[in-house]
């Protein structure tokens, strides 16, 4: 099994930064990538930014110039710096990671239990 912590966020000016983490921890074998996502109240939960083991990267149109994804793979951590706020980025942010784990022949996805990000002056 594989469990994931998140932490960061909480109340963030707009046009101010903040930096979401995610910890993977368990029987962790290989991690195949990891992401972000995040739910407003009463929408979908939505794709922020993946980062595969290899560092490639993805991001929302949305996010682009503004948030960065990137990949602790020795701590088995990932990172979301997110610059230049604005109140729509209000949400609960989301730590995904698919992954193997020991005696698990395929990759699994996990959630972590998300972390809240206000942004409002």
């Known amino acids: 099994q594989v469990q994931l912590v998140e932490s960061g966020g909480g109340l963030v000016q707009p046009g101010g930064s903040t930096r979401l983490s995610c910890t993977a921890s368990?029987?962790?074998?290989?991690?195949?990538?990891m992401a972000w996502y995040r739910q407003a109240p009463g929408e979908q939960r939505d794709l922020v930014a993946t980062i595969f083991a290899v560092g490639t990267t993805n991001y929302a149109d949305s996010v682009k110039g503004r948030f960065a994804i990137s990949l602790d793979n020795l701590k088995k951590v990932v990172y979301l710096q997110m610059n230049s706020l604005k109140p729509e980025d209000t949400a609960v942010y989301y730590c995904k990671a698919v992954a193997t784990s020991t005696g698990r022949a395929y990759y699994d996805t996990y959630w972590g239990q998300g972390t809240q990000v206000t942004v409002s002056s």
């Open positions: 368990g029987s962790i074998v290989d991690i195949n990538s």
